[in-house]
């Protein structure tokens, strides 16, 4: 079975037929123009998809086409109702695509549709029940239960960011405060070693990272790992945060495993050793309790594409 | 479809024969002898069943028998791995019963299966996904997903009240600290109100309960209700973690309805209206997402007995 995978991001779309062995056939892209009428852009999309469908000699192979957008959606309509980043507001993004393929179409969130990539044939590919966190500009996350994703009530649970972990603790992007994003998060590990850094002037941070402005994701890890005291507690404080949040999700749906992706997951054996011991030396139910392993996501940018097109894989 | 349904508890063991329109029959009961040994008491258990069944002329007719819980379980196996309450260690229960009853015999967790009853014959019972929260002694909880119990790996998932909202919070009883369950359970409430009463001893909580020791969870609203501050500044505090908590769930599966049950959950608008009014202002999303209902449980304490029975109805 082929279906083709859509990854709409703010910078480009990206897209390519993938089999139901997860294999990623050639890719096609087209940049995203920003003020652009949203109706424009997936018109366009279609006529790039057509294309390309013609061009891979797929005519009537096609089982459907995925697409993973950020914003708040509707997917049971295939409606993306919000997206700040895209500034779209109520675009019908399935209807529009209808007009000119004749493919059946679906939509749903980009964090979800990475995680059913890799759910299917990433890390969690082993695994019946997967758990997957994005730890980027903020913190995605999608749930997979038996195989199948669930995305809740009009596809808008989920929202495994937005779950508070510190009542009245920092502000979220959402509204509320405490958020697991506003913790765990890229953002979040910079705010931080940012604070640690002006209150540690001779931290060594600053000599990795002289221009604080430009102070990104890394910097903390490479000075925790040459013994800086300052950097170590950022990073142990990040650690302490993430792991809450991890065994708040093991306590919820019991996973077989927890991948994580977006930058932050690409630092190794640094974040994921101190993690994992976190977790273990905090499990609920102890000795009675099924292990969780928190391990990286393995597809890269293609997990995006890759899980779209699942959806229309069993 | 007839099933029986089994309610374990630390003070009493009840069930009763339930019609796949939730309908109970007669019920049966025996005390639990704390200290007896579990074996001896499923063999009891089991005996008094085989009766019941003959009593009713309900040979042939039963489905099945489901059995609720507390404790850590191993759903797939029927075993009880660890409940406190009860004394129990890795007990069989199904192999146990099996040995005098020829029926099959499905194992779950005690605010699982008071969850399930509740969504497919009580408060949930026109909607697909459901999540309930027991606020009692401690905080148990039950997610229903398009009419099924999700349990999570062993059936070890669902610990709704097991999930921190305050990291480095108040003290749990399940080892970690800032649980919804320290902040949303009788147990907390009545704690906060007694530090209150100490912190105010002109306080009206003093007219209605002048022995601290016997305070309950119903003081704070009474006296709040007649306009004590130092009350409202209590049950205000309640709502909002138990808000943020119910705020959490909506995020994660964006249920139709939340269904609130145990003692507190019978105070009926002076905890509902505050409460709903508290979401309704944080909901992640805004004007897209579908509005989540809080609402009080309506079987009381048959939703157990209901709910393990309805783990053999489709």
Known sequence: MIAIGIDIGGMSIKGAAVDSNGRVYDKFSMPFVKGEPGE????????????????????????????????????????????????WNDLHVAEIMQQTLSYPIRLTNDANAA??????????????????????????????????????????GGELGHVVVQVDGEQCSCGRKGCLEAYASATALIRETKKAMYGNKRSLMWQISPEIELVGGKVVFEAAAKGDKAAQDVLNNYIKYLGEGILNYCNIFRPNVVVLSGGIANAGAALFDPLNKYIEERFYGYRATPEVKVVPAELGYDSGKIGAAALFFK
Chains 1, 2 share one sequence.
Do not use: C, W
């Open 40 to 87: 424009r852009t997936i018109q366009q999309l279609a006529e790039l998809v057509k294309d390309y469908i013609v061009s891979q000699h797929l005519e009537g192979k096609i089982a459907g086409i995925g697409i993973g957008s950020p914003g708040t959606l509707d997917v049971e309509k295939g409606i993306v109702n919000y997206a700040n980043n895209l500034g």
């Open 115 to 156: 995680a059913l990539g890799e759910a299917k044939f990433g890390a969690g590919k082993s695994y019946e029940t997967v758990i997957m966190l994005t730890l980027g500009t903020g913190v995605g996350g999608g749930i997979i239960i038996n195989g199948k994703l669930y995305e809740g009530n009009q596809g808008k």
